[in-house]
């Protein structure tokens, strides 16, 4: 049991579990926009075009509700909400196109700093190192300039 705790110290410790932490509460507080953005933004011109109803209110009344006199609700019908699947559809393209253009951007950048012949972009010491050591084997091997094709198995 000991050996357990220690081994959940290391993994708390090393940025895991602080790392996903952050993402969640990022994560949470990006939700919240998209929410505001599709309720508030997105939303209303869609229902005044919609003739006036909000688009979380739009219903689809498979069977009525059946009251009793008193106004009490006996059988509550079938009624499909629409409107509020229609919004979360927009919460969650909001969501993906953000996440792609930020995907998107992060790899462009990645490939600009991982291109040694890009000289605008510092290269990344781990991608300098073994770009040296590249040049330092083909310089052993009689200066051959062509590299091995690479081949898939």
């Known amino acids: 049991m000991n050996n357990f705790f220690k081994e959940f110290k290391e993994f708390a410790v090393k940025g895991n579990m602080i790392d996903l932490a952050v993402g969640v509460v990022i994560g ?6 998209v929410d505001v ?5 997105i939303s209303p011109p869609l229902g005044y075009l919609t003739t006036g109803v909000e688009l979380a209110d739009m219903t689809w009344v498979l069977k009525d509700p059946v009251k009793a006199a008193d106004g ?25 196109l953000t996440l792609f ?31 040296e050591i590249r040049d ?7 200066g051959a300039e062509k590299e091995a094709p690479i081949t898939d198995k």
């Open 72 to 96: 009490t609700v006996i059988d509550p019908g079938v009624v499909l909400g629409y409107g509020a699947f229609i919004e979360a559809m927009m919460d969650f393209l909001i969501v993906g």
């Open 136 to 142: 330092e084997m083909r310089l052993m091997n009689g």
């Open 37 to 41: 953005l599709v309720k508030k933004i």
């Open 101 to 131: 253009i930020v995907i998107k951007a992060v790899n462009t950048l990645k490939e600009k700093a991982e291109d040694e012949s890009n000289h605008t972009v510092p290269t990344p010491k781990d991608i300098q190192l073994l770009s």
């Open 28 to 33: 949470a507080a990006f939700n919240q926009i």
